[in-house]
């Protein structure tokens, strides 16, 4: 096994237009930013070898992460994505590390072990970029074409080769199912499968992406991974499990409500 150093980081950013200061926001009486820490340093301990840093451009941000007992690194305001601002707080370290992963931080409902099993496949493996996925049984792909009905850019499904290999990633619901009567006759399962916005990256990768323009199908689809693709980059899909907790960010008040619901109905992820 690869002994590759890892970094975890956790991008934060105050100035979220539909939800101002949300790092700092509340649910179930603990912080996003303080609940997304979490996961990262307990991922961080399932892996080995592997540090964690919360980056942000906000002081506020800064002094609570502290209090917490997080790591910072102050980045520009300059720039447009967390992966960028995720290669910044990498490039920064006294210690570069091999491997980087950007958990997002409206993400508190990411299972630790999810992200070890990037750190793992990267350190294993010759990919650029890994990413989970899961596949969908009947009932959440049903679930999924109802809700793109009315918000038709959220949930991202995925092609991926026999080998893992990612073939590509759209809004759109790939692959189009011919003769879906006789596919669901045939089994519990759909043949699609969903994203969960993660990433890891070879730094390596992650400084070529920072460097690159927008790729024409990334500006499309308005998904970063696919500059990685059309520019001849090597994604490996890590299958896992559909998650418990169904959200993958929190953007809007509506989500924070969302969320406290989905604790108290599931348990509350965050460790005791």
């Known amino acids: 096994m690869s002994s590759a150093r890892a970094l975890i980081v956790v991008p934060a950013r105050y100035g979220s237009t539909r939800l101002p200061g949300k790092p700092l926001l509340r649910i179930a009486g603990r912080t996003l930013l303080e609940r997304v820490h979490a996961v990262a340093t307990a991922a961080a301990h ?14 506020r941000i800064c002094e609570h992460a502290r209090q917490i007992g997080a790591e910072v690194a102050m980045t520009s305001a300059d720039l447009d994505c967390g992966s960028s ?17 950007n958990l ?6 990411v299972p630790p072990d999810v992200v070890a099993r990037l750190i793992e ?24 074409r109802k809700h793109k009905a009315t918000v038709p ?9 026999a080998d893992g290999r990612a073939l590509w990633f759209s809004k759109t619901i790939i ?25 890891g990256y070879r730094l ?29 980059r090597l994604i490996a899909t890590v299958e ?11 953007d809007t008040p509506t989500d924070l409500a969302l969320a406290e619901e989905a604790i108290l109905r599931l348990g509350d992820p965050f460790p005791a």
Do not use: K
């Open 153 to 161: 850019f959220s949930g991202t499904t995925c092609i991926r080769a």
């Open 46 to 59: 399932l892996a080995g070898g592997c540090d964690v840093v919360v980056a942000t451009d906000d002081r």
């Open 204 to 232: 390596t990768a992650l400084e070529w992406f920072a460097s690159t323009p927008r790729s024409p199908y990334e500006v499309l689809e308005g998904l970063e991974q696919l500059r990685f693709l059309e520019g001849g």
């Open 175 to 199: 692959p189009a199912l011919r003769d879906e009567e006789m596919l669901r006759a045939s089994g519990p399962v759909s043949p699609v499968w969903q994203h969960m916005g993660l990433y």
């Open 104 to 109: 997002q931080g409206d993400s508190p409902f």
């Open 121 to 144: 496949t990267l350190r294993n493996g010759g990919a650029d970029v890994a990413t989970p996925i899961y596949r969908l049984d009947w009932d959440r792909l049903t679930r999924l």
């Open 240 to 250: 896992v499990d559909p998650p418990s907790h169904a959200m993958s960010g929190i």
């Open 85 to 101: 601002r995720a290669c910044a707080a990498a490039l920064s370290r006294p210690l570069v590390p091999d491997i980087v992963i």
